[in-house]
């Protein structure tokens, strides 16, 4: 989980965007995204830390147009929460900086945007984060 500090156009791309990011260990990173226009400053979001396993692989550091991500910004349906926005980065509520969101059966109640129609649910989260397998 992390606060988006900032957000800003990135400087040789239309369609992606940039975010700082806390996720809660003091050291903002920066992450590029796609989608949907819907995240702003302040906005709580999942992410897929470098280390994290999604649907393409493993998540690491990379370049995009020149400009380092540390992760990934996840939708609902990356979570395996819901099918309904699949390239939109999920907005979320009632989490802090930090938060693991691994095998949260109470997730319908931390959805801030978009609404969800539960009938989407999901079976298996398709990322698995860095770090799960130590948090409480």
Not at 5 to 18: E, G, Q, Y
Not at 101 to 111: A, E, I, Y
Request: aromatic share 6%; charged share 20%.
């Amino acid at each position: 989980m992390g606060r988006v500090l900032t957000v800003s156009a990135h400087p040789f791309a239309d369609a992606i965007r940039l975010a700082e990011v806390d996720l809660g260990d003091g050291q903002p990173v920066q992450i590029v995204f796609g989608g949907p226009d819907v995240v702003v400053k302040g906005d709580l979001v999942p992410v897929a830390p470098p280390g994290s396993h999604v649907p393409k692989g493993k998540m690491r550091r990379r370049r995009y147009r020149g400009e380092l991500s540390h992760g990934m910004l996840c939708s609902l349906d990356e979570l395996g929460w819901t099918r309904s926005a699949p390239d939109q980065v999920a907005v979320l509520r009632n989490v802090t900086p930090g938060d693991n969101l691994d095998n949260r059966p109470d997730w319908v109640s931390l959805v801030a945007s978009p609404l969800v129609e539960p009938a989407w649910i999901v079976d298996a989260p398709t990322v698995e984060f860095a770090g799960a397998e130590n948090s409480a």
